[in-house]
Nanobody, 123 residues
Framework: QVQLVESGGGLVQAGGSLRLSCIAS????????LGWFRQAPGKEREFVAV???????TYADSVKGRFTISRDNAKNTVYLSMNSLKPEDMAVYYC?????????????????WGQGTQVTVSS
């Protein structure tokens, strides 16, 4: 089992920045592929970014060039740095993990989920 705990959400004005953190426990962190998803009110949860255990990254088109995913294996933490935030980025952001050997972006491929952290962007 893997436990994931997100933090760093909050209220920010459009154009501002936030950095989300997710601390993992319960498995060898270095063996996890880690993703961020988000769910806006009335919408389905969607993929945002993923970083593999080999440090390969993939982003949703909607966040490319604005968001950066990174990981610190020494701290068992994955980060999502969000710049140039837009009102449409407002959502609950979830950290997720899986142990497969490939990068995946589909929600159903992830075995472990955090509780989510709210990001609110005011216009």
């Amino acid at each position: 089992q893997v436990q994931l705990v997100e933090s760093g959400g909050g209220l920010v004005q459009a154009g501002g920045s936030l950095r989300l953190s997710c601390i993992a426990s319960g498995r060898a962190f270095s063996m996890l592929n880690l993703g961020w998803f988000r769910q806006a009110p009335g919408k389905e949860r969607e993929f945002v970014a993923v970083i593999s255990r080999g440090l390969m990254v993939t982003y949703a088109d909607s966040v490319k060039g604005r968001f950066t995913i990174s990981r610190d294996n020494a701290k068992n933490t994955v980060y999502l740095s969000m710049n140039s935030l837009k009102p449409e980025d407002m959502a609950v952001y979830y950290c997720a993990a899986h142990e497969r050997k490939v990068i995946v972006t589909a929600e159903y491929e992830y075995d472990y989920w955090g509780q989510g952290t709210q990001v609110t962007v005011s216009s």
